[in-house]
Nanobody, 121 residues
Framework: QVQLVESGGGSVQAGGSLRLSCVASGDAYSMGWFRQAPGKTREGIAAVSNDGRITYADSVKGRFAISKDTAENTLYLQMNSLKPEDTGMYYC??????????????????WGQGTQVTVSS
C-alpha cells in the first residue's frame, strides 16, 4: 500500500506559476499527475517511470515539468505560464506495476486526495 499526499495547490493569475509536490510512503514503478475540471473526466497530464520514460499531455507540453526526487520519494510538478483552462483538482498517482500507458488513469492503483489549482484570467 502506497499513500500519497499532495500539496502546493492554490490560486494564481494567468501567466503565473505553481509547484505541486506529492510525497509517497513507498516505492512505485511509475508516478503521474492527473487533473479533473468540474464536469470533465480525469486526464493524465504528466508521468514518469522508473525505466526513464517521461511523458506529457499535449496541453501542458513546454509549460509543465515533472520531476522525481527518488531519495525523498517525492514527485513534483512545476507549472509555468498557467492558463484558466488549467484550473482543476490535481491528483498524484502511483503504480506498483509496469504499464505502457502512463497517462491513462487505469494504469495507476494508488491515488492522493488531490490539491486544487485555480487560475484566474
Amino acid at each position: 500500500q502506497v499513500q500519497l499526499v499532495e500539496s502546493g495547490g492554490g490560486s494564481v493569475q494567468a501567466g503565473g506559476s505553481l509547484r505541486l509536490s506529492c510525497v509517497a510512503s513507498g516505492d512505485a514503478y511509475s508516478m503521474g499527475w492527473f487533473r479533473q475540471a468540474p464536469g470533465k473526466t480525469r486526464e493524465g497530464i504528466a508521468a514518469v517511470s522508473n525505466d526513464g520514460r517521461i511523458t506529457y499531455a499535449d496541453s501542458v507540453k513546454g509549460r509543465f515539468a515533472i520531476s522525481k526526487d527518488t531519495a525523498e520519494n517525492t514527485l513534483y510538478l512545476q507549472m509555468n505560464s498557467l492558463k484558466p483552462e488549467d484550473t482543476g483538482m490535481y491528483y498524484c498517482a502511483a503504480a506498483s506495476y509496469w504499464s505502457n500507458l502512463l497517462l491513462w488513469f487505469g494504469s495507476y492503483n494508488y491515488w492522493g486526495q488531490g490539491t486544487q489549482v485555480t487560475v484566474s484570467s
